[in-house]
């Protein structure tokens, strides 16, 4: 299982991104992906899943403000972040469950700074 993500960086608050997970080694199409994100100091939280059937959660803190959806043909689950705020400042991963096993990509920084 591979999950690598991109799209992170240096973005001003209320400014906007899009991350980008692209996915191999399982039947992407069949399973739930999301995000987690861990700032500095803090522990990895939950950000957003979708699944199979493209239903949606979110943490409270981003509802309204962030969009996750996926595109099978392509194999990549993305997350558009707008309205970011400092406390976003972190490392997002993409992460599934496969097999009863945690998978977790190698990360990207986003960083909401002025």
């Known amino acids: 299982v591979q999950l690598q993500a991109s799209g992170g960086g240096l973005v001003q608050p209320g400014g906007s991104l899009r991350l980008s997970c692209a996915v191999a080694g399982f039947n992407f199409k069949l399973n739930t992906v999301g995000w987690c994100r861990q700032a500095p100091g803090g522990q990895r939280e939950f950000v957003a899943n979708?699944?199979?059937?493209?239903?949606?959660n979110y943490e409270d803190s981003v509802k309204g403000r962030f969009t996750i959806s996926r595109d099978n043909v392509k194999r990549t689950v993305y997350l558009q972040m707008n309205n970011l705020e400092p406390e976003d400042t972190a490392v997002y991963y993409c992460?599934?469950?496969?097999?009863?096993?945690?998978?977790w990509g190698q990360g990207t920084q986003v960083t909401v700074s002025s």
């Open positions: 992460t599934t469950v496969y097999r009863s096993r945690d998978y």
């Open positions: 979708i699944t199979s059937g493209r239903s949606t």
